[in-house]
């Protein structure tokens, strides 16, 4: 286990990262593994592209998981262990980007802003992956996922605070590399054993109580104590939260879609985050629209039930538009952050070769 911090910056684009992980479990992969592989990777081949091709491998993992309970009891092995297998890529691949950027040398504002922009969403999915797989009930559910989000939004609030991106005692790898076991285990287990099983119910209860005690609330903990000062802006993302929660609660929402729109609404306020972290503009942490979409999404059924298109409610249709919404606002920011982007890491070059010549 790491008792002592480990810390980093990146002379190309100045990141920090500061690492309090209990586990090491990232610096284990790396040095068993992803160092032998990282040396095989093209140097044509941009860290951009490893980091695009992580989020869809995410979006495997989301698929995969949330199609086994609507499978037999061997396809539904298969897809968890496909969903397992996808979640141990996304990890080598959130890894190997960084790696092969430093490695040759094409570290950027851009990178750092993408990495940890889609790695907003990337978690929604991988909670998605995990709340799916237990089958726990709503009020579980919107604990779990809601807690695991608020840990990325806490970092990232107070990296935007601090300037230091800091990883708790149960880092993102330590945390993903406990979901492959936990999915693998799982399929496995669920194959021989009904999950209508009153002792399987309680039990795949008890490990989410578990995880979002010991785990979640742990490393929130871990934060709250640093967030001195700038605690205002996660208490409005657990707002936020909390909005699109409610009409999963009351039954307006389905589990899977509840837990997609969570991870959206996880993208754009924390992908806001990131983008405006690491161009120095001052961010509130919030986006109040997402309250209106949520009684948008209470109300519909009053006002939209009559209506469908080609046989499908309306009403249906408003989760997914809202998540449209928020994705174009997010790639809109990005695009119009492309040309600050440059200019930053332009900026931010000539102060390095210039501290470089002293």
């Not at 094409?106 to 929604?124: P, R, T």
């Not at 999915?125 to 806490?154: D, F, I, R």
């Not at 300037?163 to 993903?176: E, K, Q, W, Y």
């Not at 285990?185 to 054993?193: M, N, T």
Request: aromatic share 12%; net charge positive.
């Amino acid at each position: 286990m790491n008792k002592t911090p480990t810390r980093y910056r990146d002379p190309a684009t100045g990141f920090y990262c500061e690492d309090h992980s209990r586990f090491g479990m990232e610096g284990w992969l790396k040095r068993h593994l992803l160092d032998h592989i990282v040396g095989f990777i093209p140097a044509s081949l941009h860290p951009n592209t490893i980091s695009i091709a992580n989020h869809f491998v995410a979006w495997m993992a989301f698929l995969a998981a949330a199609a086994a309970p609507l499978m037999d009891p061997f396809n539904a092995l298969m897809a968890r262990l496909l969903a397992a297998a996808a979640v141990f890529g996304c990890i080598c691949l959130d890894c190997l980007d960084g790696m092969h950027a430093r490695r040759t040398g094409q570290s950027s504002k851009l990178g750092e802003v993408l990495d940890h922009w889609l790695d907003a969403l990337n978690l929604g999915l991988y909670t998605a992956a995990v709340v799916l797989t237990l089958g726990v009930g709503p009020v579980t559910a919107a604990v779990g996922a809601v807690t695991a989000v608020m840990n990325y939004n806490a970092q990232l609030v107070y990296y935007h605070h601090s300037g230091r991106f800091v990883h708790p005692g149960t880092s993102g790898i330590d945390a993903l590399v406990a979901i492959v076991g936990l999915l693998a285990v799982l399929g496995v287990f669920f194959y021989y054993v009904p999950q209508s099983d009153p002792r399987v119910v309680l039990g795949v209860h008890g490990i989410a109580w578990c995880a979002i005690l010991f785990i979640n609330l742990s490393d929130l903990r871990f934060f709250w104590v640093r967030m001195k000062g700038c605690f205002t802006p996660h208490v409005k993302f657990v707002v936020l939260c909390g909005a699109v929660t409610a009409p999963l609660l009351l039954g307006r929402l389905d589990i899977p879609v509840y837990l997609l729109v969570l991870g959206f609404v996880t993208f754009r306020i924390c992908g806001s985050y990131v983008l405006n972290t690491v161009l120095r503009r001052p961010y509130g942490g919030a986006d109040w629209s997402i309250v209106l979409w949520s009684w948008a999404i209470i109300g519909a059924d009053a006002i939209l039930a009559p209506y469908a298109v080609r046989g499908y409610p309306v009403m249906r249709l408003i989760p997914y538009l809202f998540m449209l919404y928020l994705a174009l606002l997010n790639c809109l920011d990005l695009i119009r952050a492309l040309g600050a982007l440059r200019a930053a890491q332009s900026g931010e070059s000539l102060e390095e070769r210039d501290r470089l010549r002293v």
